[in-house]
């Protein structure tokens, strides 16, 4: 993919308001964004809102792996309303779940996650297998048991499925998330490291443009009319989900330095602006938390 030049820094806001006439539509990440797995931020919640306000439709697009049901569960909890601060949400396991349909209906699927996940599964064509040895397809969605565990602990497993040549389907591609103020992996560790040692890997969900492709379809259908992806603004917390992703479908994109990278650059611009840069891309904008 061919780079295309970028300004030294991206631009620092102090509220999206300077840039609302920039954009028709707003893509959203959620885990470091509206919440941090624990509790919802107050001024994102209420810079939702306003844009919704402005006839702005508001699309989340989640890299977790369990379908949009028991996501709106979640967010509920956390006060987060559709109607209210969104209008539609997609996730990783909805799109996993379309990869099942399409390609490995009425197989043997081996899960690798923790049984919290398992609403992923409702009332898809496969059987769950005990064992790899017996499975067609694995479907990845994370550790087992995140905060003691590492993707090498799996690689046992995945030298034996990489050497059947099973497909893994991974629903989540994030490397790893804020809970709180713990760091866990999540199930593109897993995924990355199948890879490497000779597997093969489908990814759902961000960076990857069917991903954006998709939501810039429910986008049109929230807003009634096509949305050009220039006129999308991107918003999430990660370089290498939301921040690529949003280049490689041509969406401007606005980090939230708070979230996954925080530990990295300690609050210092410049220290942020080398993380874009070390990989040859950087946002649009900066802002410390999402907020009017």
């Known amino acids: 993919m061919t780079r295309l030049p970028q300004p030294p820094k991206a631009l620092h806001l102090q509220g999206i308001a300077a840039i609302v006439d920039q954009f028709d539509a707003v893509l959203c990440d959620v885990w470091g964004v509206i919440h941090n797995g624990q ?3 107050a001024d994102a919640l209420d810079a939702l809102g306003r844009l919704r306000a402005l006839d702005k439709p508001v699309v989340l697009l989640s890299n977790s792996p369990r379908p949009a049901p028991p996501i709106f569960g979640q967010l509920q909890g956390f006060g987060v309303q559709a109607g209210q601060h969104f209008d539609a949400l997609v996730t990783a396991g909805d799109m996993a779940r379309a990869v099942v349909l399409e390609r490995f209906a009425d197989k043997r699927c081996y899960h690798i996650g923790p049984d919290r996940d398992l609403p ?3 009332a898809l064509p496969v059987t769950l297998t005990t064992g790899v040895g017996d499975a067609d397809v694995l479907m990845c969605t994370g ?5 003691h565990e590492t993707a090498a ?5 995945l030298e034996r499925a990489a050497a059947r040549g099973l497909p893994l389907i991974c629903a989540n591609p994030d490397l790893i998330v804020h809970m709180g103020d713990d760091l866990i992996p999540c199930a593109g560790a897993i995924a990355v490291l199948y890879d490497q040692i000779g597997g093969s890997s489908i990814y759902c969900g961000k960076p990857h443009e069917s991903a954006y492709a998709h939501t810039l379809r429910v986008i049109a259908g929230c807003a009634g009319r096509v949305i050009p992806a220039s006129r999308v603004l991107a918003i999430g917390d990660a370089f ?7 280049k490689r479908a041509g969406l401007p994109s606005l ?3 708070s979230g996954i990278h925080r530990d990295e650059h300690g609050g210092d611009h410049d ?4 993380l874009g840069q070390d990989r040859g891309f950087l946002p ?9």
């Open 39 to 41: 509790q919802a931020h």
């Open 120 to 122: 992923l599964f409702d």
């Open 143 to 147: 550790l087992v048991d995140e905060y």
């Open 153 to 157: 602990d799996y690689l046992p497993l």
């Open 240 to 246: 290498d989900t939301d921040i690529r992703g949003a």
């Open 255 to 257: 980090l939230i330095s």
């Open 271 to 274: 220290r942020l602006t080398a």
């Open 284 to 292: 649009d904008w900066v802002m410390d938390h999402l907020a009017w």
